[in-house]
Nanobody, 122 residues
Framework: QVQLVESGGGLVQAGGSLRLSCAASGTIFSIAAMGWYRQAPGKQRELVVGITSGGSTNYADSVKGRFTISRDNAKNTVYLQMNSLKPEDTAVYYC????????????????WGQGTQVTVSS
C-alpha cells in the first residue's frame, strides 16, 4: 500500500502565501506523476497542477503565475507554493500520485491524500 501525507494548510489573508507538502511512502517502485487537486464546498474536485517524474507541469489557468509545484523524487515528495492567494482559492487540497509498485509491472495505481484545508480570508 501507499500512503500520501499532506501538510501545510491553514488560514491566511488574501494576498498571503502558503506552502503545502505531500510525502508518499509505502510500496513504491516509482512515481509517474504527482499533483494537487482541490474541492471547494458545493463544487467538484478540480486539478490545480500536476507534475511528471521528468518535471513537466500542467497548471489550471486560475493559478498560473501564482502557484508553483516542485518535486523531490528522492524523497517522493511534492510541494505546492501558493502566492497571492485569493478567497476563491479556499478549498480542501488533495495530493494525488500515480504509483508503480513493482519493477515487474507497468500498471499505475492512483492514490490520494486525506486532504488539507486552505482558507483565504478577504
Amino acid at each position: 500500500q501507499v500512503q500520501l501525507v499532506e501538510s501545510g494548510g491553514g488560514l491566511v489573508q488574501a494576498g498571503g502565501s502558503l506552502r503545502l507538502s505531500c510525502a508518499a511512502s509505502g510500496t513504491i517502485f516509482s512515481i509517474a506523476a504527482m499533483g494537487w487537486y482541490r474541492q471547494a464546498p458545493g463544487k467538484q474536485r478540480e486539478l490545480v497542477v500536476g507534475i511528471t517524474s521528468g518535471g513537466s507541469t500542467n497548471y489550471a489557468d486560475s493559478v498560473k503565475g501564482r502557484f508553483t509545484i516542485s518535486r523531490d523524487n528522492a524523497k517522493n515528495t511534492v510541494y505546492l507554493q501558493m502566492n497571492s492567494l485569493k478567497p476563491e482559492d479556499t478549498a480542501v487540497y488533495y495530493c494525488n500520485a500515480e504509483v508503480v509498485t513493482s519493477r515487474w509491472t507497468s500498471i499505475r495505481n492512483t492514490y490520494w491524500g486525506q486532504g488539507t484545508q486552505v482558507t483565504v480570508s478577504s
